[in-house]
């Protein structure tokens, strides 16, 4: 069975004195889709629309990778005093290109960031800085503890309880905005005991979609969470299956 193409969205920096501009990301995210069974190829953020449509023709599978803040702005919200923005270049093209892949119903993989563009995309909101949103909640950022974790509260059933099982869990938690409203077409599988949003999955037949708030690419990650990976690949496997069956 062949491998099928995963595009993973990339970071972008722009030009600075005597320093070009250039697109990076972490080596975590394209050796995670390539032990679960995929062929990662890295999707720089194309200005030409066109040039999108041609690519995404090619892919199976999409990951929307973690970075800095999405822009409240872009969604009607005030900018936070602690929001340290994504590249402008870099959001135009993420919010376009996961609005196309709901489009097509191709399959997504929403990580850290990736996973609040995939809730706002679809018409849900976020909390933009939980210390105030949400002054009881745990922490979910230690900027002296870069593998700080905490718990999860798994739903039975979904995808996540089937990755992790049974037992104690702890997942790494790197993030000060999170999911407040969740988007129509998505169920949320898994909770900080605070009540904090942590994973989410497409409720829908025609679309499989997930996000994590947390990072199971990172070195601070464990051999568990990489499963996710596992069954990401699972998941576009049987999607492509679906489409291709005789109507």
């Known amino acids: ?53 041609e690519l995404l023709d090619h892919l199976e599978g999409l990951v929307l990778v973690g970075g800095a803040d999405l822009d ?7 900018l936070h005093p602690t929001n340290r923005l994504l590249d402008p270049r870099r959001e135009t093209f993420d919010r376009r290109v996961a609005k196309e892949a709901f489009i097509r119903r191709m399959p997504v993989f929403g990580i850290g960031a990736g996973m609040q563009l995939l809730n706002v995309t679809l018409g849900g909101n976020l909390f933009l800085h939980l210390a105030e949103d949400k002054p009881n909640a745990l922490p979910h950022l230690d900027s002296l503890d870069p593998a700080h974790r905490h718990t999860l509260e798994l739903v039975p059933g979904s995808l996540i309880e089937r990755v992790y099982g049974d037992g104690e869990l702890r997942v790494n938690s790197m993030h000060h905005m999170a999911i407040d409203e969740v988007a129509p077409g998505f169920d ?8 904090v949003i942590e994973t989410i999955e497409s409720n829908t037949d025609d679309w499989f979609a997930i996000g994590t708030q947390f990072h199971p690419e990172a070195t601070s990650a464990s051999a568990l969470d990489l499963r996710i990976f596992e069954e990401f690949i699972v998941g576009v496997r049987n999607a492509a299956e679906r489409v291709s069956l005789p109507v």
């Not at 005597?18 to 953020?45: C, K, R, W």
């Not at 409240?72 to 005030?78: E, F, H, K, L």
Request: with cysteine; aromatic share 8%.
């Open 72 to 78: 409240p702005r872009r969604d009607g919200w005030m």
């Open 188 to 195: 949320v599988t898994a909770r900080c005991p605070d009540g």
């Open 1 to 53: 069975m062949s491998k099928p193409l995963i595009g993973l969205t990339a970071n972008f920096k722009e030009a600075s004195g005597e320093q070009p501009a250039f697109s990076y990301l972490s080596a975590g995210y394209y050796d995670a889709i390539g032990g679960g069974g995929g062929i990662p190829v890295i999707v720089p953020p194309l200005e030409d629309p066109d040039d999108l449509h």
